[in-house]
Structure formats: structure tokens, C-alpha cells
């Protein structure tokens, strides 16, 4: 199906389905309305009459053309029916862990899904050494074939269990040496406890490392104080220069989250650009009545920000400054990326999360809900509860009826089952909001991507 919109003044067409973008001019977008009107067809002789008249002879040449692009499969191309053993050929395995260093944290961050690191519980707990290990084992055996496996350190704060951290690490590193299987190490850290012995220990020995830090001073301090509920931002941001300078070129995200307080967190991205180049940031999800939650009526707002952010990032470019935004990053290529693209999380399937205690659920969004819980890596066997599996397994192939109709389904996946279970209390629900803006993210990144391709034409 084919997409047509306009951002900063531009019109343009995206088809989902041969992933082929164009930007138009005033003659081709309407010239194409017509064609979309008559569903995806040449529009009968008393339209192109009316077009012709309104537009000129132009009209018709751009008929001709889109009868081409049509023709070669760029635009109306129809939809490639997908199926589970398209994307898993060899069925699914769980290759991804959120591993759980700890139910604790040094910050009480007014919007943590983790309930300032304890995930509701009221118990803070550290994993232990033996418990991680039954984890990682677990890890090795379920994915079977799997060559490339992802285990994410995370709590709570995972460097408040550091020697945990040290231990696991080479522990990982010794039994990917023994099984030729490939274990990729992240950490996410808020980075207030880093210094340059754990620098340089994440530098060697992790592939990716995620920071968390909300942006402007004021934004950072009002939603993620300490335990004495004073400011970190001036902690955080002297931590995580320090990283990105000893870093270099390997994979880092500085990753924030926007709440309704700052709805202009563009100017949030333009001041984590001052510390480094690879950000992301998150809308949050939060319960109705928050008061941080977004709403309904922040949608505009929110729609404005991205725009903004994308030229702004279009500008930057320009002056040789430029930096990644995780959300304005696509790939329009074709053959097998198509289909990874489709492909989600893998929640509950192909990723799990283990707590301290050794407990797995299908994310660490569940983590803490009883219902979820699909088994525990103390057990002898191992066997994951395949009922709780099974609420998961169909959403592997994002065929939900509000999916199966929007175009930008080849990216997004189906969203994520967390938020739709939080917001709806169904995992196949659909979170409109975060449907919203998606769809405006990813228009934000294919103009991005037609403004960059005509520059180099140029």
C-alpha cells in the first residue's frame, strides 16, 4: 500500500511493500490522490479529463509514469503474504536475555515501570553469582541452534552489584569460548555510579552500553532524583562525557525518556547531542492520573517536536555535526532485511528476562506480574509455562487486523505487547497513542531519508 504525506512543506509517497520512497511535486501528488482513489489503478478517462484540465498536459505525463513504477513493482506493489516459517525457518528460540544484576537502584525516578528498582515487590535483592550462571546456561541450551546470543545486564542499577558485573562478564566470555557460540554483552547503567576502572572494563568487554539521562538539566532533575531526592544531572552528564571520550567508535546509546512536562524534547535530543551522537528517547508509558502520562491532546505537540527534531537533524548534517537518533534510522533495502524488519522483540519466544531470584518472564516489562511468569532457572528441568508462552507466539508475524491495514507495519512489528497489555490489558491490544507516534516517527525518517538521497543527487 502506498503512504502519502507531507512534512516541512515537502509531499512525498512511501510503498510499504516495495519500500521504494519518492518526493513529489504538486502535479505528482495529486495525480496520485487519483490513482490511490481508484485503488491503485489508472483513473478512467473522465478523471484524467478533470486532472488535465486542472493541471495541464503535465498530468499526463505523470500518468505515464507512475504507470511505470507501477509496472516494475515501485509503487502499488501488492502485499507478500508472510508466514511464521518465512520469519523463523527454524522455529523459534529464545537467543535474548534482559538479565536482572539487581532489584535495587540509587535513583527513585518518578516515572520507573520498575517501581524505583524493586519491580513492586518491596524486596531489593542482588543477584548472586550461582543464580547468574543458571541463567546464562539456560541461555546457551534454549537456543539451540542459535549461533549469536544478547544478554542485557540490567536492573534496578546494575553496577551497584559491580563485582557480579566483573564475574558474569568472564563467565560469558569463557563458555562462548567452549560452545563457539557468539554471547554479546550490554549493560544499561544511569551512570552515577561510573568511574574510569568501569569505563574501561565496559569498554573492553561490552558491545553496547545504554545511558540514561533525560536531557535539559531542569527535565533530567524534575523526573530522576536521587534517593535523597536531589538533582543528578550534574553527576550524570560529567560521568557520561567521560564515557563517550573513552568510548570512541564502539556502540553507545544515550537514552532518555519524554513525559507530557517536556513535550518539546527535541530541544532534550539538541542538548544529549552536546554529549554525544547515538540517542534515543522514549515516550513514557504511565498510568492514567500520573500526571506525567501522555495524553490523547499531546499527540499535535508531540507530532511538532519529531518534525522539528528532523530538521533540526537535517541542519546539523549539513554543518557537519550530525548525530543518530534511534527512531530516525531506516533501512530501505530489500531481500532478507524485509523480513527482519517485520520481526519484533520476540517477546516471550525469542527474549526473556530472569530476575535475581532466577525467575523468568517473556520481558522485563512483565517482570513482577505472577501471571507472566514462565518458569524459574532453579527448576530441574527447565520448563518454560508454554501457556504463557502461547499469549506471545502469534504475535511473532504482526497480523493484527489495525496491523494488517497500516503501512507502517514493516518496521514497527506489531508495537510493543508490554504497552499494549498496560494500556489495554490485552497483549494484542492496540496502544494508539504509541500507534500515533510511530507512524509520525517513521515519516520524520523517510523524509529524512528522500532529503539526504536528493543532496547527494544534487
Known amino acids: 500500500m502506498i503512504h502519502l504525506f507531507q512534512i516541512q512543506g515537502d509531499d512525498l509517497v512511501y510503498d510499504s511493500e516495495s519500500q521504494s520512497l519518492h518526493l513529489l511535486d504538486e502535479t505528482a501528488r495529486q495525480v496520485l490522490e487519483a490513482y490511490r482513489d481508484a485503488g491503485g489503478c489508472t483513473p478512467g478517462p473522465d478523471d484524467m479529463a478533470r486532472l488535465t484540465a486542472k493541471l495541464g498536459p503535465d498530468a499526463a505525463e505523470c500518468a505515464a509514469e507512475i504507470d511505470l513504477l507501477i509496472a516494475s513493482g515501485d509503487l502499488f506493489a501488492p502485499a507478500e503474504p508472510v508466514t511464521l516459517e518465512q520469519l523463523y525457518p527454524d522455529g523459534t528460540r529464545i537467543k535474548s536475555m534482559c538479565l536482572h544484576l539487581c532489584h535495587d537502584c540509587n535513583l527513585r525516578c518518578r516515572y520507573c515501570f520498575a517501581g524505583t528498582g524493586d519491580f513492586g515487590t518491596g524486596r531489593r535483592t542482588m543477584l548472586d553469582e550461582e543464580t547468574g550462571r543458571k541463567a546464562i546456561e539456560f541461555l546457551l541450551e534454549t537456543s539451540g541452534g542459535r549461533h549469536n546470543l544478547d544478554i542485557d545486564f540490567f536492573g534496578g542499577e546494575p553496577l551497584l552489584n559491580w563485582p557480579v558485573v566483573e564475574s558474569l562478564t568472564d563467565y560469558c566470555e569463557k563458555r562462548s569460548r567452549e560452545t563457539g557460540k557468539a554471547i554479546r554483552l550490554t549493560i544499561t547503567t544511569n551512570a552515577t555510579r561510573l568511574d574510569d576502572a568501569k569505563i574501561a572494563f565496559i569498554n573492553e568487554h561490552f558491545k553496547n552500553c545504554v545511558l540514561s539521562i533525560d536531557g535539559r538539566p531542569e527535565v533530567h532533575n524534575r523526573m530522576r532524583p536521587d534517593a535523597g531526592g536531589h538533582g543528578t544531572y550534574d553527576r550524570v552528564a560529567r560521568h557520561i562525557r567521560s564515557f563517550v571520550d573513552a568510548r570512541g567508535d564502539r556502540e553507545y546509546y544515550l537514552r532518555a525518556t519524554f513525559t507530557r512536562h517536556n513535550l518539546d524534547f527535541d530541544q532534550d ?190
Open 269 to 458: 535530543v539538541l542538548h544529549l547531542a552536546g554529549l554525544g551522537s547515538q540517542l534515543s528517547v522514549e515516550p513514557v508509558v504511565a498510568p492514567d492520573g500520573s500526571g506525567y502520562e501522555i495524553r490523547a491532546e499531546d499527540l499535535p505537540a508531540i507530532e511538532q517536536a519529531y518534525e522539528r527534531l528532523a530538521q533540526a537533524m537535517l541542519d546539523a548534517e549539513e554543518r557537519g555535526e550530525g548525530f543518530n537518533f534511534f527512531h530516525f534510522m531506516v533501512d530501505l533495502s530489500q531481500g532478507p532485511c524485509f523480513y527482519k524488519r517485520l520481526k519484533g522483540c520476540g517477546v516471550g519466544t525469542e527474549y526473556c528476562a530472569v530476575t535475581p531470584e532466577g525467575d523468568i518472564y517473556p520481558c522485563h516489562q512483565f517482570v513482577g506480574i505472577e501471571s507472566f511468569k514462565m518458569g524459574n532457572v532453579h527448576d530441574d528441568p527447565i520448563r518454560l509455562d508454554s501457556s504463557v508462552q502461547a499469549q506471545f507466539s502469534h504475535l511473532l508475524v504482526p497480523d493484527k487486523p489495525n496491523c494488517v491495514s497500516c503501512w507502517a507495519r514493516t518496521f514497527c512489528s506489531g508495537g510493543c505487547a508490554a504497552n499494549a497489555w498496560f494500556s489495554t490489558g490485552h497483549v494484542d491490544g492496540v496502544y494508539e497513542i504509541g500507534c500515533r507516534m510511530e507512524r509520525k516517527r517513521l515519516e520524520c525518517a523517510l523524509w529524512l531519508e528522500a532529503r539526504r538521497k536528493l543532496r547527494t543527487t544534487e
